[in-house]
């Protein structure tokens, strides 16, 4: 999804490849199509596109996928509301 993103670099999600076993849930609820299954495992194909929102650790059977919902978008943008833009942000 190309119409709503955050800044890059700063999304806390992650995935165990080796953990996964290919359901497709994380597919299904991601509303930012951030991942794709291919022969049975899921990857990251747009980790920017994260918008932290929890669904896909949630879902995921197996417990492959991280994230801190909220902490790298939403503290960064909260920093720049409090310090200004172009300030010296403390982000993940
Ligand atoms: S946290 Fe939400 S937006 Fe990010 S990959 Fe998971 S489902 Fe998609
Ligand atoms: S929900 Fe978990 S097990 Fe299922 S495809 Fe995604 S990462 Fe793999």
Redesign the pocket.
């Known amino acids: 999804m190309n119409d709503f993103r955050y800044l890059p670099g700063v999304s806390t999600l992650r995935?165990k490849e080796d953990?996964?076993?290919?359901?497709?849930?994380?597919?299904e609820v991601c509303p930012h199509q951030v991942?794709s299954?291919n022969e049975s495992?899921?990857t990251i194909v747009d980790l920017d596109g994260c918008m932290e929102c929890g669904a896909?650790a949630l879902?995921?059977?197996?417990a492959?996928?991280t994230v801190s919902p909220g902490v790298g978008c939403a503290s960064y943008i909260i920093q720049t509301w409090i310090k200004g833009k172009g300030a010296v942000i403390e982000c993940c």
């Open positions: 995935l953990l996964c076993i290919g359901c497709g849930a994380c597919v991942f299954v495992k899921a896909c879902n995921c059977p197996v492959a996928i």
